[in-house]
Each structure stands twice: as C-alpha cells, then as structure tokens.
C-alpha cells in the first residue's frame, strides 16, 4: 500500500473531493514502468485536476499531478531497469493518466526520459512542467534568432516566468519582467530581471496597428489582452514565444500588421507531446544553463495533504515560483 492524493466526483451534485488515501498496487493503470516517486509539483493544470476538472479529467476516482520525477522500481522495457533516475513532463500524465501525486505511478517508457546529469529528483522537479516548458520557450526563440533589446516575460513570478526570467539572464539578456504584484520586485530582480512592468500597462486593449519597438523577444503566458499589446511593440524581426493563456485563448485587439510589416514570429510552444529528442535536448540545457542558486530562491516545499489547499490558490494567481510536493513527507 502506498499514499496518494485522490480525487472523487459526485455523480448528482458534479463535485469533486479531494483526499490522501493508501491504494494498492493492483490500483494503477497499464505500463511498463513502475516509478517510485520522489518529488512532484504544482501547476495550473494541477489545480483544475484537483479541483473541478476543467475538462481535462474524464473518468473518476482519479490521482492528479502532471509530472513526476523518481527512481525506475520495475520495468518491462530494455531502455530502463531499477534504480534508475528517471522525470515525466506531459503526455496527460495526471489529466487522462493518472500521475505523480502519489507514492508510486506505472506509465508508458515512451513518456519518460533520463534524468540528466547534474540535477537530482527535487532539483528536477523545482524545475517540472513549467520550467521545462520555459527553456523550451527559450530554446524557440534561440532557433528564431534573439534581436537586440530587453526579452520580456510576462507573468513573470509564476513558475514558466520565474524560470524563464533566471535562464535568459543568465545567459546574458537583459530581461523586463511584467507583474500585477508589486511585493514581487525584490524576487523578480533576484531572478536576474533589470526591469519591472506593470501587469496594467500592458493589459488596455488599444486600435493602434502598431506601437514603438520596444522588445528584442518575448515570453508570454498570459495571451488576451497582453499578448496583442506586446506584440504591436515587438522590434523588427522579434519572436514571442507563446506557452499560455492565463487572460484567454484570444488575442485580444491584435492586427495582422506586426507580422507583415514587422516581421514578428508569434512561435506556439507546447509541452505536453514534445518529441523525445527535443526533451532530452531541453532538459540537458536546463541542467546547464539554469543556475542552481536562483532555482533554489523560487522553491515552496510542500506534502500530498497541502495540494488541495494549492490546488486553489494557484488557480487564483497566489501561487509564487515553484512548489516541489514531497510525495513521501
């Protein structure tokens, strides 16, 4: 028996509830590999699996947790044997599949990839979804060809733009982060940003086809609103790198013209069914470009019987940086 956060659904009212419980083995869904796992996170999808589903989740009773990281315990494929150190990002691990909100997951060996060297289980999972989803936004940008000029990187202090916000400085760009919490300066700036926007400088729709050139790049991941003012403000040639949709699947009060007459890329980042190359390739560049101090600054440790609490707040916008769930504390 094992512990796990389990989430049930009352068929007549439509609420959902969510509890630590001990389950079995004989419990988990089909696999090749059975992981032990170590560390877990919270993100926003996280807290739609826990709380009302959001679509995502389809059948009840149902174990959350989007990724995972943790030692191999057994495997039916040859590419993993016990006791190796193994993350998961994606593939509906914890919307369709149950995921890492328990002590123990059986998934597909395809969804998996190796840890890599120089970052540990907790490590890997202060990074988690979000942070690998940032360096794959970065990488994006990189492929395009970064300009001149501040890379701007809205909701900066949630866990994408945390990671986002400490990986590009750290490699050498100047970075402007946009906050609607101005408490959030001291921490945006220890993540290495130069410059703090306000959330509502960005967020007024305007009819302007463009505005003046003021982003050599960009990381958002908001959409509506902000993602149509940012890009009417992108210099010449400048990508954004679009991972989001916290304010809406619209881009509200944007125009064709920065694309035409601008040049501007508006690059859709996805994580969820990332070829394995290219996560290999994301998480060797995290584990090198990330700066481990920096990583640490945006940690919230947490325990299975916090996550509904979380689960809550991060849908609120209260969650800052990363939260690492301890799945055996």
Known sequence: MFNALVVEKDEESGKTSATVEQIGEDRLP??????????????????????????????????????????????DDDRYKPGDKVVLTGWRVGEAHWGGYAQKARVKADWLVPLPKGLDTRRAMAVGTA????????????????KDGPILVTGAAGGVGSVATAILSNLGHEVAAVTGRPEQEEYLRGLGATQ???????????????????????VDAVAGAMLGR???QMKYGGSVAAIGLAGGPAIEGALITPFILRGVNLLGVDSVMQPYDNRVRAWQRIARDLPMDKLEAMVQPATLSDLPDLGRAILKGQVKGRVVVDVNA
């Open 131 to 146: 942070g690998f989803t940032a360096m794959l936004a970065v990488m994006a940008l990189e492929d395009q060809g970064i």
């Open 230 to 232: 940012v890009l009417k």
């Open 30 to 75: 089909d696999g090749e590999v059975t992981v032990a796992v170590e560390y877990s996170t919270v993100n926003y999808k996280d807290g739609l699996c826990i709380g009302p589903g959001g679509g995502l989740v389809r059948n009840y009773p149902h174990v959350p947790g989007i990724d995972f990281a943790g030692t191999v315990e057994a495997s």
């Open 196 to 218: 703090i926007v306000a959330r509502e400088d960005l967020t007024e729709v305007t009819k302007k086809p463009l505005e003046g050139e003021q982003w050599g790049g960009a």
